[in-house]
């Protein structure tokens, strides 16, 4: 469509170039004329606006379209350069001289800043094209001649776009510092512009250069300019991404000083409190600056959101204790603030993780009947439960996680009920999963079958396991081929362990092949005293790729051990 309009358009424009040409020097009637002088001709000639503005619409669509028919462009060139009327026309050459750079003749673009240095100093903008041009070409040292020539001209100078070129010539080569050394010393030869040195600093921010991104920003901060909030925001967030707090302190110390502080802003900072591991010199520093960031939270006019909340609970945590956390979040509760689950689960989580089970619980009653427990803070209940092996009140948590249809609140229901003790009842949810429309996955799976292994219910366990195969249209992964091994290897079944371990890694392919696996496997094989299966895992691992040097070497140390060599005569040898 684009190719059809340039061709009317390239009609309509050599219709027009004819008709021109042939109009007499005479004074139009209309009130828009343009005047063209050429040094041919004494009298300008009036020319209406349509036919002017139609060629350089044609000449625009062109650009724009970025059509790169070089006969196209050879034969549009030709048309103007005889006419006596459009051949001297500096607007046309400029558009020209574009077009050419877009299209990367770098031989016509110099011819054509030569014919525009014959009529007038070319614009900042013509300097750019040609430098680009340069650039796309890889010819830095042409490229660096030109702002030069720039300076010798004297009334124009590089604007922020002539700079962009240059930073993303050194982006692409990886050489970003030979960036900021041109700006730098280029500063006092043209006024740089501020938006050039904040694309070096963004680009800086991109290529994940902490140095360089520091240095620029010193360096702005040098020349007084000032910074957008949006430029402060990447440095805060690239800086809390290196983990340099230090440099991140100073930035948002900075940003207070001159009132740039958003949300966003507060929430990167505290974010990076949370879990940033300081020394004790840092640490009354960095209190301070957890008390100002509590100061700027109280005070600031725009709304705080929960993903705030939570992270100035978890970095309170982790600088003052999960004592102070729980205190903030007790004065948040009365201060009647607006926290969603997040906030909330961070508190359960606080709790549960110190071991104060009791406490956790009684906030969830709270929670409870202010809101309805979403999956994920269930999740955090039964999760924090099992690892402090405290199940007080999992009948309460149980009736909640068994009304919300949800696959991964099932699964860790069952973990932790099967942790309570309470078998039946796991293995009960587990079947009844697939009738109430939760699709079982592979974790769901592996769950159940490391449930009944350390109960040592294995003949439910390898029953679980051939209905995973047969029925269910789930592929084991390396998780089921572990924990299989592992509960037949403690049941004492090594001759079941070796048969479904080949049988698995039939199935499973390389995730079966894990280090983890294969030491779970030999440990079992050389406990059992069975030296012909022992030397067939051994001789299979050994011809493994993904298994690692060290567990290589304990296969041969073990095998050594198991069948020691006889020791060579050193006489002989």
């Given at each position: 469509?684009?190719r ?16 021109y ?12 004329p ?8 004494e009298?300008p000639?009036?020319?209406h ?12 669509f062109?650009?724009h379209?970025r059509?790169t028919?070089?006969?196209e ?5 030709a048309?103007?350069s ?9 607007l046309?050459?400029?558009?020209l001289?574009?077009y ?16 525009i ?6 614009t900042?903008?013509v ?12 010819d ?26 240059f ?10 510092s ?15 512009p501020?938006?050039?040195w ?25 020349l ?6 949006q ?22 110390n900075?940003?207070?000083e001159?009132?740039?502080?958003s949300v ?6 505290l ?31 725009e ?7 939570n ?5 309170i945590?982790n600088?003052?204790g ?11 509760i ?6 969603g ?8 989580t606080?709790?549960g ?11 969830y009653g ?13 999740t955090?209940?039964?999760?924090n ?7 007080e ?8 996680a ?5 696959m991964f609140?099932?699964?860790t229901?069952m973990?932790?009920?099967g942790?309570?003790g309470?078998?039946?009842?796991a ?27 350390k109960?040592d ?5 390898m ?13 084991p992964?390396a998780?089921?081929?572990?924990t ?6 403690d049941?004492?079944q ?7 371990f ?16 294969w ?8 406990n ?8 067939g895992?051994?001789g299979v ?19 050594n051990?198991y ?9 002989t040898?």
């Amino acid at each position: 469509e684009q190719r059809k309009q340039v061709d009317r358009l390239d009609h309509m424009f050599r219709l027009q170039v004819n008709r021109y040409d042939q109009l007499k020097p005479s004074r139009s009637s209309s009130s828009h004329p343009r005047f063209f002088c050429n040094p041919s001709q004494e009298k300008p000639i009036h020319i209406h606006k349509d036919a002017y503005y139609q060629a350089n619409r044609h000449i625009g669509f062109l650009n724009h379209a970025r059509k790169t028919d070089e006969d196209e462009v050879r034969r549009l060139e030709a048309t103007m350069s005889a006419s006596p009327i459009w051949k001297d026309d500096l607007l046309l050459k400029r558009l020209l001289l574009g077009y050419y750079a877009r299209c990367r003749f770098r031989e016509d673009v110099e011819r054509k800043l030569m014919e525009i240095q014959k009529l007038v100093p070319p614009t900042i903008s013509v300097w750019t094209e040609v430098i680009r041009t340069d650039l796309l070409a890889n010819d830095l040292p042409q490229a660096l001649s030109r702002l030069k020539d720039i300076e010798k001209q004297g009334n124009v100078e590089p604007d922020s776009y002539t700079w962009t070129h240059f930073i993303r010539y050194f982006t692409n080569k990886g050489q970003l510092s030979m960036a900021l050394e041109l700006l730098t010393s280029h500063q006092h030869k043209f006024n740089v512009p501020r938006k050039a040195w904040a694309s070096l600093l963004w680009a800086f921010g991109r290529a994940r250069d902490f140095d360089g991104q520091i240095s620029t920003f010193t360096k702005m901060t040098e020349l007084g300019m000032y910074f957008e909030p949006q430029d402060l925001t990447m440095i805060l967030t690239s800086v809390r991404d290196f983990g340099r707090i230090d440099h991140m302190m100073a930035i948002y110390n900075y940003m207070r000083e001159n009132g740039a502080i958003s949300v966003f802003d507060m929430t990167t900072m505290l974010q990076a409190f949370a879990t940033t591991r300081y020394n004790l010199e840092e640490k009354d520093q960095i209190e301070l600056n957890l008390k100002h960031l509590i100061s700027d939270m109280e005070t600031t006019p725009e709304p705080l959101d929960d993903i705030a909340w939570n992270a100035l609970m978890r970095a309170i945590s982790n600088i003052r204790g999960p004592d102070a956390a729980i205190d903030m979040y007790k004065k948040l509760i009365r201060s009647k603030k607006q926290m969603g689950p997040a906030t909330h689960n961070n508190a359960l989580t606080i709790l549960g993780k110190s071991g104060r089970i009791g406490e956790m619980m009684q906030l969830y009653g709270e929670i409870k009947f202010s809101m309805q427990p979403d999956p994920y803070t269930i999740t955090t209940v039964l999760t924090n439960m099992a690892r402090a092996k405290q199940f007080e009140g999992i009948d309460m948590v149980k009736k909640d996680a068994l009304a919300i249809k949800d696959m991964f609140v099932h699964s860790t229901l069952m973990s932790t009920l099967g942790k309570a003790g309470q078998l039946s009842e796991a293995v009960k949810i587990f079947h009844n999963m697939p009738e109430i429309g939760i699709n079982r996955n592979v974790t769901t799976w592996n769950i159940m079958l490391d449930i009944l292994g350390k109960a040592d219910r294995i003949e439910e366990m390898m029953d679980i396991y051939q209905k995973m195969k047969s029925t269910s249209g789930v592929t084991p992964d390396a998780i089921t081929c572990l924990t299989m091994v592992r509960r037949l290897s403690d049941a004492g079944q090594v001759d079941e362990m070796f048969n479904a371990f080949k049988e698995m890694r039939s199935l499973a392919g390389k995730a079966s092949e894990g280090t983890l696996i294969w030491k779970t496997v030999i440990t079992a094989a050389m406990n059992s005293g069975k030296a012909a299966k022992m030397d067939g895992i051994i001789g299979v691992a050994l011809r493994t790729d993904d298994i690692d040097d060290v567990v290589r070497k304990a296969i041969r140390w073990q095998r050594n051990l198991y069948n020691p060599q006889p020791q060579r005569n050193k006489t002989t040898e």
